[in-house]
T-cell receptor
Framework: DVKVTQSSRYLVKRTGEKVFLECVQDMDHENMFWYRQDPGLGLRLIYFSYDVKMKEKGDIPEGYSVSREKKERFSLILESASTNQTSMYLC???????????FGEGSRLTVL | GNSVTQMEGPVTLSEEAFLTINCTYTATGYPSLFWYVQYPGEGLQLLLKATKADDKGSNKGFEATYRKETTSFHLEKGSVQVSDSAVYFCALSDLGLTGGGNKLTFGTGTQLKVEL
């Protein structure tokens, strides 16, 4: 069964802490994405990567960075977490030239 | 820019009722259109898609037709079940990201609750 796995389902962090969210896919997909999901706002794209070490900003990249050192792994980094980054974070992957995204189960981050 | 508008929820139906969830979009060019579903505690999964005007996507009894003239992609099901309770997201795909990536623009989601 194809799979996108996010390392943590639930995290609680304090303001100012550095946070790492990790995502691994086993489908050899070229593209990987980080979305943020908030009630009433739907899903918003933070960053995406189309190849190893390549990344592009999405709609809301401020306060976030990403790393893709290996094709199967895409990490989202919050350098200094703030309370307004409390949210559900969804990782996804896809082949090129297709809109079919495969999502992980999500990581719910609470920043106190 | 591109945008997707969905009807607000929650939508509450009795089992075996007919379902319609409205979705309209604004886009340049000719986007592909999608419905994703999110069951409680899970990530999103693709429900159906349509890649050009007048295409009908279908899966698990759900259907949606790509209507270019009304810029709509309404989701329908003839007889819903309790197991259909979930959040449904309409999305459009914007070709042209670097490296062949497809950016999906999502609607805000519509929660469906089906009761016995």
């Amino acid at each position: 069964d194809v799979k996108v796995t996010q390392s943590s389902r639930y995290l609680v962090k304090r303001t100012g802490e550095k946070v790492f969210l990790e995502c691994v896919q086993d489908m050899d997909h070229e593209n990987m994405f980080w979305y943020r999901q908030d009630p009433g706002l739907g899903l918003r794209l933070i960053y995406f990567s189309y190849d190893v070490k390549m990344k592009e900003k999405g709609d809301i990249p401020e306060g976030y960075s990403v790393s893709r050192e290996k094709k199967e792994r895409f990490s989202l980094i919050l350098e200094s977490a703030s309370t307004n980054q409390t949210s559900m974070y969804l990782c996804a992957s896809s082949r090129v030239f297709t809109g079919e995204l495969f999502f992980g189960e999500g990581s719910r981050l609470t920043v106190l | 820019g591109n945008s997707v508008t969905q009807m607000e929820g929650p939508v509450t139906l009795s089992e075996e009722a007919f379902l319609t969830i409205n979705c309209t979009y604004t886009a340049t060019g000719y986007p592909s259109l999608f419905w994703y579903v999110q069951y409680p505690g899970e990530g999103l999964q693709l429900l159906l898609k349509a890649t050009k005007a007048d295409d009908k996507g279908s899966n698990k009894g759900f259907e949606a037709t790509y209507r270019k003239e009304t810029t709509s992609f309404h989701l329908e099901k003839g007889s819903v079940q309790v197991s259909d309770s979930a959040v449904y997201f309409c999305a459009l795909s914007d070709l042209g990201l670097t490296g062949g990536g497809n950016k999906l623009t999502f609607g805000t989601g519509t929660q469906l609750k089906v009761e016995l």
